[in-house]
């Protein structure tokens, strides 16, 4: 196996309590290091068959969750079998992206109630900041903290802003958010510290359809103003 | 048949739980105390990924449609019969047509499990039929039950089960232990300041008002806060280091992702205990390798084991007895 641009050297494999393991393999939100991830979680799936003991992986953006059972396979074997997955994917081309999924969002008033003083806050015109987040395709880096929630990249740079101070202790179901470098939909009433832009009635969770979820990571996805 | 007629602060259909979906954000979900799960399962001789009622913190009520069987586990929230009399937790009871179980709430302990003689009905989603609220999944409807559900059995119990009790001798519950409650260190000690664990394991803690199914939140001197880290994935245990300083023990429903430092990760042996914690309880925290966590699993299993064959062996010979008696 190669390892290009030293990556495979400077992963870090971590104990998480006494029956996972998490491979680090970076601090950025970076597409090719999140590509390699899921890469690498796809063949831990693909390999699981012949590997008893592991079970199903979860990544991040940039690092990527083992659990094992330590009754059929040791903590040595599972590291093992992650750094020999998480080989075999660092040089292996990315996956084709598909067409990016439109989601029609309202911007602004009731629907975003964060628009104003987010434009506020980077200097833009309300119109610019939805000029400028509609204008980018971004990619799914991953699906968790609730169900089904996308975590989305790269903001364009002149809307990164920190979280808000005191997070909201409900923000509606299909909000659009951003913070930081990142943008998100939430798929069901939950408390949240992001700055909402505004709302989408795109059917994000539903847990009667397989997949529940609408967005996959690797997925593209662009937002289209209603 | 149960019926539902007051829910009290919660009570949630629980199971072993939904592992394998955390890659679309779905929890595990399942029993906050699996111990207590896999006990009230055995004592109504219901299959180990049968569903049993969680039971949050007391003041629920249950009505009992038909005479039935239930056993009742975890932490004793003072169930007792619509007459006062108990219903003494560790046990299976024959519970009449027409009767009515209260839980009348306790000092020790936050959760209660009560499995029934041919289990509970409930649709799984995504392999389990854990209720798991905010995202809509398991239980009836997925949702918390409420007043009027109604609860069926899989099949009609066997009544028998009433009077099987935990052996004694054999060791009851890991929340019965006291001590402090062990944690794998990291996976982000890099992330903090040095010096954060040191003062962590110092520290008394008391378990916050926040404390439910998604997390506890502890209250306690506060800790030198890390930096904010791109997001990870994040398991039931995880101890997460937010920038108030005050620790957040993920539960069961909580994040599947998180991007505050994890000082440590609570072991499967010990997340029973964690089950147990409620809003004010004063804990503290020690560290533990992760080979003696892995020996404190396997003990806790052969206990299990053990109580479950000597049930069996019970089980066989009152059936033997009745055959000779007939």
Redesign the interface.
């Known amino acids: 196996m190669t390892d290009p641009g030293g990556r495979l050297a400077a992963v870090r494999i ?7 393991l ?1 491979a ?1 393999v ?4 970076d597409a090719d290091l999140n590509a390699w991830v899921h890469r690498a ?1 796809d063949d831990v799936r693909r390999g699981r068959a012949a590997s008893p003991g592991l ?11 083992v ?1 094992f059972d ?2 059929t396979c040791s ?1 040595d074997a599972a590291r093992a079998l992650l750094l020999a997955a998480l080989g075999r994917t660092a040089d292996s081309p990315p996956r084709a992206a598909g067409q990016p999924v439109e989601i029609p969002v309202r911007y602004g008033g009731a629907d975003g109630p964060d628009l104003a003083d987010v434009a506020a806050q980077t200097g833009l015109t309300e119109a610019d900041v939805v000029a400028a987040h509609a204008g980018t395709v971004y990619r799914v880096f ?8 996308p ?1 989305l990249g790269v903001l364009p740079d002149q809307l990164a802003l920190p979280r808000r101070a005191t997070p909201r202790l409900r923000v509606p179901a299909g909000s659009v958010a951003i913070a930081g470098r990142q943008t998100g939909i939430y ?2 009433a ?1 408390p949240g510290g992001w700055h909402l832009i505004g709302r989408t009635d795109a059917p994000i ?1 539903d ?1 009667r359809r397989d ?3 609408l967005l996959a ?1 690797g997925n593209r996805v662009r937002f289209v103003p209603a | 048949m149960l019926e539902v007629v007051d829910p009290g602060l919660l009570m949630t259909l629980q199971d072993a739980g939904r592992p394998g979906f955390a890659d679309l954000g779905i929890p595990p979900s399942g029993a906050c105390d699996g111990w207590g799960l896999a006990v009230a399962h055995l004592l109504a001789d219901a299959p180990p990924d049968g569903v049993a009622i969680e039971v949050t913190l007391g003041g629920g009520e249950l009505l009992v449609a038909e005479t039935c069987a239930v056993s009742l586990a975890g932490a004793d929230l003072g169930a007792e019969r619509e007459d006062g009399s108990p219903l003494r937790p560790g046990a299976t009871h024959r519970l009449l047509a027409g009767s009515r179980i209260r839980f009348g709430g306790s000092t020790r302990g936050a959760r209660a499990y009560l499995g029934l003689a041919g289990g509970i009905a409930a649709a799984k989603v995504l392999g389990s039929a854990a209720t798991h609220v905010q995202g809509g999944l398991g239980g009836l409807d997925g949702r918390a039950l409420r007043a009027g559900d109604r609860l069926v059995p899989v099949r009609r119990g066997d009544l028998a089960m009433a009077g099987r009790a935990w052996p004694a001798g054999i060791a009851p519950h890991p929340a019965a232990v006291e001590g402090p409650i062990r944690f794998v260190p990291g996976p982000d000690l890099a992330s903090v300041p040095a010096g954060t664990l040191e003062e962590l394991l110092a520290a008394a803690w008391r378990v916050a008002a926040a404390c439910d199914r998604m997390g506890i939140r502890l209250q306690g001197p506060r800790l030198p806060a890390g930096a904010e880290i791109v997001s990870h994935p994040l398991v039931p245990g995880a101890i997460q280091l937010p920038a108030d300083g005050q620790p957040v023990v993920i539960m069961v429903d909580g994040p599947t992702v998180g991007g505050y430092p994890v000082i440590g990760v609570v072991p499967r042996a010990e997340l029973p205990r964690l089950g147990q914690l409620r809003p004010g309880d004063d804990i503290r925290l020690a560290p533990q390798e992760a080979e003696e966590a892995r020996a404190a699993w396997r003990e806790q299993r052969s206990r299990f084991a053990r109580a479950a064959e000597a049930l069996h062996a019970d089980a066989v010979w009152h059936r033997l007895a009745d055959g000779a008696g007939g």
């Not at chain 1, 970076?26 to 939100?29: F, R, V």
Request: glycine share 10%.
């Open positions: 971590e104990r998480v309590g006494d029956a996972a998490l680090v970076g601090e950025d939100i979680a079970e199903a992986p979860v990544p991040g953006y940039a690092s990527l969750l659990p330590p009754e903590e991953l699906v968790g903290f609730v169900p089904g929630f975590y798929p069901a939950t969770w847990p997949p529940p979820a990571p």
